[in-house]
């Protein structure tokens, strides 16, 4: 026993830094397409305005996103993972490349006919999300803390990277008579070529990192069937055992109900973190604010703003003594961030384009750092199979939290019209 935890340990150490980078990598290709959807809203609000695209798109997204993940976790622990997350994957492959044929076949010249394709793209997008995020989530729940809070770094990073490029390709062909749809297109060319070296290395990289090998095994020792189709691909061949009766009561893991029961604070936690953050951001930021000094580029200086601080706050917590262990402690906070709320709304009533970066840079903080609290602490002290439902759960409470969000961020517009 004593021989195998000192070769667990050298795995971890050996393997542990470059499997945070394939985590990285493929957390920033988990959401790259939607946030690049996202980060584009000044071009489509220039060519649909009178659709409202920052929020039609994200409700064409939610539902699809939400429903899918729903599902496979309901019937998590006969999913085959591999096969999920190469799904899922491929599907954004194919519909960022969809939202190039789009463009060019309607020479970015808008109309009803190419926005629903838009929708149906998006729609598209929330369905691969839904096999990614909670495929994914699940797998890193039971390995090292740091991969998983390395994924959801990397899903902040493609928030800021989208944002950076937005503002590059914008300055870049602004003197040019089409220079936002060129900048948009070039956009989206750079983020079909990410996506296609995100199924390459999910395939044939990421199942044969070391660490993730022996994770992997671990978690079949423990009763994972999800695991096996990944093991197999890294030449790994498991055999099922028979069991005496007292070993298979070992073996047994808790229900999805009674793993929301002992976590109701997280799932809740989590579910409101995402309900705040989605209730101002795209959508107010974007549509709501007036007129301001930096123009056309407020809102993309916001939205940038937004995910540079969601990206440093998912840093933060790997300063131990910066995280927040106090269960109690953590819900207090999660909920005391509907303050921000009301702030918002003064502040753009009232305030000035420096209080508001301020305060979306404290939104983009706050939601970061909490989402890793919570996604980190959560899988503590259980079994294998259990901690991939589990990161399964709070993956579903998160998109959750997204689309009831994205919902009340309607409420931005009563009294504004259509």
């Known amino acids: 026993m004593a021989g195998q935890a000192q070769k667990g ?37 220039a060519v649909y305005p009178r659709y409202h695209p920052s929020r039609i798109l994200s409700l064409a997204y939610q539902p699809f996103n939400v429903g899918t993940a729903a599902v496979l976790t309901y019937n998590e622990a006969k999913v085959n993972t591999r096969l999920r997350n190469l799904c899922g994957f491929s599907i954004h492959f194919t519909s960022t490349l969809l939202v190039l044929v789009v463009d060019l076949a ?10 629903i394709a838009l929708c149906a ?3 598209a997008f929330g369905f691969a999300d839904g096999h990614v995020e909670g495929g994914l989530m699940g797998d890193l729940s039971f390995m090292l803390p740091d991969l ?39 956009f989206f060319v750079i983020c079909t070529t990410y996506e296609l070296l995100c199924v390459v290395l999910y395939a044939f990289v990421y199942p044969n990192l070391p660490i993730v090998k022996y994770y992997r ?6 009763g994972s069937l999800t695991v096996s189709a ?4 890294a030449g790994i061949q498991t055999e099922p055992k028979e069991q005496d009766e007292e070993a298979s009561k070992k073996m047994e893991r808790l229900s999805n109900m009674e793993l929301i029961t002992q976590n109701i604070d997280y799932v809740i936690g989590l579910f409101l973190i995402y309900v705040m953050t989605l209730s101002v951001f795209p959508g107010f930021l974007s549509e709501d604010l007036g007129k301001h000094s930096l123009g056309e580029w407020y809102a993309l200086v916001l939205i940038a703003m937004f995910n540079v601080w969601d990206l440093i706050g998912r840093y933060v917590p790997l300063l131990k ?27 753009a009533k009232y305030g000035d384009q420096t209080s508001m970066i301020l305060l979306t840079s404290f939104l983009g903080l706050t939601n970061g750092y909490f989402t890793v609290c919570v996604f980190t602490s959560a899988p503590k002290g259980y079994k294998g199979p259990e ?27 009563i009294g504004k019209g259509w």
């Open 106 to 115: 309607s020479s970015g010249k808008g109309g009803i006919g190419p926005f």
């Open 148 to 186: 998983m809070q390395s994924f959801l770094a990397g899903n902040a990073a493609s928030g800021a990277f989208t944002s950076g490029l937005r503002l590059v390709t914008k300055a870049a062909f602004e003197k040019s008579k089409i220079g936002l749809r060129k900048g948009s297109v070039l």
């Open 321 to 347: 003594f910066l995280k927040f262990e106090s269960r109690k402690g953590l819900m207090i906070v999660i909920v005391s961030r509907f303050l921000l709320i009301p702030a918002f709304y003064f502040i």
């Open 217 to 222: 095994s671990r978690a079949a020792s423990e």
């Open 387 to 413: 901690q991939n439902a589990l990161g399964n759960i709070l993956a579903v409470f998160l998109m959750g939290g997204i689309f009831f969000g994205a919902i009340l961020d309607w409420l931005w517009l």
């Open 121 to 123: 793209i998006s729609c």
């Open 9 to 45: 340990a050298a795995i971890e150490v050996k393997g542990k830094y470059a499997a945070m980078v394939v985590c990285w990598l493929l957390g920033v290709g988990c959401l790259l397409p939607w946030n690049s959807m996202l980060t584009v809203e000044d071009y489509y609000m």
């Open 230 to 233: 990944d093991l197999a691909a």
